[in-house]
């Protein structure tokens, strides 16, 4: 079967960005906290509670000054209850931010109506009835979209909802230029912002909307690791190393004795305090030239530093002859015509491609080991002649006449096979080896995300499904771009997606280290 997969992969998409900015601040978060609390400590030994009558007073506002300490952690207790199995909370605060949402822009909404009115006379006073209506119109009809289950009833009050909003917006910016034309004291800078207001308020509907989309995706009956990413150990330790952007190789307390934990560590935090800094929002006791000029080399050295940290990573070497990791390691087979599967991305996509190097998604090899290695080491032959070791799976460089039974005694023991798809000899022998070992249950075939590829990656596919005797249904190639085939449920299923991006493919890798159902992986908006 197929099943596209493009909803979830957009949903992992906004939340990988997410939680790639969010690691800018974690350790600054920290390094808050214990300044508030010190500011806290110093106010107690000066008796600034000597101020306060009642000792119930001053209790609360120790208790309030220890939470608002405490607050820059917050997303730590956030990032547990997103974790947590209740769809019913993730429904409930969908529906509380819809409601909010479009109760907020009602309200601008209004005061904007009301700012070309003189006085409040009796007409202007009928227009608040009409206002509350409109509003609650829009927050019935976004109710029903949530709580339904039919995927009839949700495209159709869907529409309905598009349509509410747009007559509610349409509606009072009518009224609102009606005003604006027929006040002769209107000048310029109204005019401004009035067009200020017609460019703000749909930016501001769409991030409610979206956040709404999130938490119906979290209400659906999926694990909660498909769209956040799975922490294997779930101690303290990895999920602040999660939180903190380090890739899953290095959740471990072991990993504070490696150079590469601590480049990576650093080089986050320097960026956002040379951020500052350029922003002006930290006073360094230094001239506007000096801060801006140490703001641009903290945030320079914190990419030379995020660089230093991967090529200090990469020194690791696989030697399947002294195992110094008793866990099953993941084996990583692929082309040497595409050593890493790289995620192509436009030129002229600065913003994405910064954020791509930031969270490990610039390719297959990359994405491994910031998802999966905390399962096992990730494992590779290096490409021959290859002088430099790249950022991803630890390699092996093997002599020619050893490299098929290196292969084949680590696909054995392995946890998992991940394997690029290919039609090349070498791919080929690695398909005949799955089937002769019985290992096409552990597989997940990964197509290289490049786009126009559908030829190549059908042929790949039907060598695949030749090699080791996979049923597959005809007409699969015609539904969007092939990401990955991979075990389900309902026997082997092809995942697409309409963009062959870092999102889709390791959503795929996601899917198959935690055996999802095929329901799993439908359409979450059912739209």
């Given at each position: 079967?197929?099943i596209?997969i493009?909803?979830?992969?957009s949903?992992?998409?906004?939340?990988?960005?997410?939680?790639?900015?969010?690691?800018?601040?974690?350790?600054v978060?920290?390094l808050?906290?214990?300044?508030?609390?010190?500011?806290?400590?110093?106010?107690?030994?000066w008796g600034?509670?000597e101020?306060?009558d009642?000792?119930?007073v001053?209790?609360?506002?120790?208790?309030t000054?220890?939470?608002?300490?405490?607050?820059?952690?917050?997303?730590?207790?956030?990032?547990?209850?997103?974790?947590?199995p209740?769809?019913?909370?993730?429904?409930?605060?969908?529906?509380?931010?819809?409601?909010?949402?479009?109760?907020?822009?009602?309200?601008?909404?209004g005061?904007?109506?009301?700012?070309?009115a003189e006085?409040l006379?009796?007409?202007?006073?009928?227009e608040?009835?009409?206002?509350?209506?409109?509003?609650?119109?829009?927050?019935?009809?976004?109710?029903?979209?949530?709580?339904?289950?039919?995927r009839?009833?949700?495209a159709l009050?869907?529409?309905?909802?598009?349509?509410?909003?747009?007559?509610?917006?349409?509606?009072f910016?009518?009224?609102?230029?009606?005003?604006?034309?027929?006040?002769?004291?209107?000048?310029?800078?109204?005019?401004?912002?009035?067009?200020?207001?017609?460019?703000?308020l749909?930016?501001?509907?769409w991030?409610f909307?979206r956040?709404?989309?999130?938490?119906?995706?979290l209400?659906?009956?999926?694990?909660?690791?498909?769209?956040?990413?799975?922490?294997?150990?779930?101690s303290?330790?990895?999920?602040?190393?999660?939180?903190?952007?380090?890739?899953?190789?290095?959740?471990?307390?072991r990993a504070?004795?490696?150079?590469?934990?601590?480049?990576?560590?650093s080089?986050?935090?320097?960026?956002?305090?040379?951020?500052m800094?350029?922003?002006?929002?930290?006073?360094?006791?230094?001239?506007?030239?000096?801060?801006?000029?140490?703001?641009?080399?903290?945030?320079?050295?914190?990419?030379?530093?995020f660089?230093?940290?991967?090529?200090?990573?990469a020194?690791y070497?696989?030697d399947?002859?002294?195992?110094?990791?008793?866990?099953?390691?993941?084996l990583?087979l692929?082309?040497?015509?595409d050593d890493?599967?790289?995620?192509?991305?436009?030129?002229?996509?600065l913003?994405?491609?910064?954020?791509?190097?930031w969270?490990?998604r610039?390719?297959?090899?990359?994405?491994?080991?910031d998802?999966?290695a905390?399962?096992?080491?990730?494992?590779?032959?290096?490409?021959?002649?290859?002088?430099?070791?790249?950022?991803?799976?630890?390699?092996?460089?093997?002599?020619?006449?050893?490299?098929?039974?290196?292969?084949?005694?680590?696909?054995?023991?392995?946890?998992?096979?991940v394997?690029g798809?290919?039609?090349?000899?070498?791919?080929?022998?690695?398909y005949?080896?799955?089937?002769?070992?019985?290992?096409?249950?552990?597989?997940?075939?990964?197509?290289?995300?490049?786009?126009?590829?559908?030829?190549?990656?059908?042929?790949a596919?039907?060598?695949?499904?030749?090699?080791t005797?996979?049923?597959?249904?005809?007409?699969?190639?015609?539904?969007?771009?092939?990401?990955?085939?991979?075990?389900?449920?309902?026997?082997?299923?092809?995942l697409?997606?309409?963009?062959?991006?870092?999102?889709?493919?390791?959503?795929?890798?996601?899917?198959?280290?935690?055996?999802c159902?095929?329901?799993q992986?439908?359409?979450?908006?059912?739209?």
């Amino acid at each position: 079967m197929t099943i596209d997969i493009s909803a979830l992969a957009s949903m992992v998409r906004r939340m990988d960005v997410s939680a790639t900015l969010k690691s800018f601040v974690v350790v600054v978060a920290v390094l808050l906290v214990w300044t508030n609390l010190a500011t806290i400590g110093t106010a107690l030994q000066w008796g600034i509670l000597e101020l306060f009558d009642a000792a119930g007073v001053a209790s609360a506002w120790v208790i309030t000054a220890v939470i608002a300490a405490l607050a820059p952690l917050g997303f730590i207790a956030w990032d547990w209850v997103a974790r947590r199995p209740w769809r019913h909370l993730a429904a409930i605060s969908g529906a509380l931010i819809g409601g909010i949402g479009f109760a907020a822009v009602g309200g601008v909404l209004g005061a904007l109506a009301y700012m070309g009115a003189e006085e409040l006379d009796a007409e202007s006073l009928t227009e608040w009835p009409a206002l509350s209506a409109a509003i609650s119109v829009v927050v019935v009809v976004l109710t029903g979209w949530l709580i339904t289950e039919s995927r009839r009833l949700r495209a159709l009050l869907g529409w309905a909802l598009v349509a509410a909003a747009v007559l509610v917006l349409a509606g009072f910016f009518f009224l609102l230029m009606e005003r604006t034309i027929e006040d002769p004291e209107t000048t310029r800078d109204d005019w401004v912002a009035l067009i200020g207001a017609a460019v703000a308020l749909p930016v501001v509907v769409w991030l409610f909307v979206r956040a709404v989309r999130h938490r119906i995706v979290l209400s659906g009956d999926r694990p909660r690791e498909l769209m956040l990413g799975a922490i294997e150990r779930r101690s303290f330790w990895a999920r602040l190393a999660f939180l903190a952007g380090l890739p899953s190789s290095l959740w471990h307390a072991r990993a504070m004795t490696r150079s590469a934990f601590w480049a990576f560590l650093s080089a986050r935090p320097l960026v956002y305090a040379g951020t500052m800094l350029l922003l002006g929002n930290v006073d360094v006791g230094l001239g506007p030239t000096a801060a801006l000029a140490l703001g641009a080399s903290a945030i320079v050295g914190g990419h030379l530093l995020f660089h230093v940290g991967k090529r200090l990573a990469a020194r690791y070497i696989w030697d399947p002859t002294h195992l110094h990791d008793p866990r099953p390691p993941i084996l990583f087979l692929r082309s040497f015509d595409d050593d890493q599967l790289r995620f192509g991305r436009p030129w002229w996509d600065l913003a994405g491609r910064w954020l791509d190097l930031w969270s490990f998604r610039r390719n297959v090899d990359e994405a491994m080991i910031d998802e999966i290695a905390q399962y096992g080491p990730v494992v590779a032959l290096g490409m021959p002649g290859e002088t430099r070791v790249p950022f991803g799976a630890m390699r092996y460089y093997s002599r020619h006449e050893d490299w098929q039974r290196i292969v084949t005694d680590t696909a054995k023991r392995a946890r998992a096979i991940v394997i690029g798809a290919g039609s090349t000899p070498g791919v080929l022998w690695e398909y005949g080896l799955l089937a002769r070992e019985n290992l096409v249950g552990r597989t997940l075939l990964l197509f290289p995300p490049t786009a126009g590829g559908s030829a190549a990656d059908g042929a790949a596919l039907n060598a695949f499904a030749a090699a080791t005797g996979t049923e597959l249904r005809p007409g699969h190639s015609d539904a969007g771009h092939l990401i990955a085939l991979l075990t389900t449920d309902a026997g082997p299923t092809l995942l697409t997606a309409t963009k062959p991006d870092a999102a889709a493919h390791v959503l795929a890798v996601r899917a198959h280290f935690q055996r999802c159902t095929a329901a799993q992986l439908a359409d979450p908006l059912g739209l």
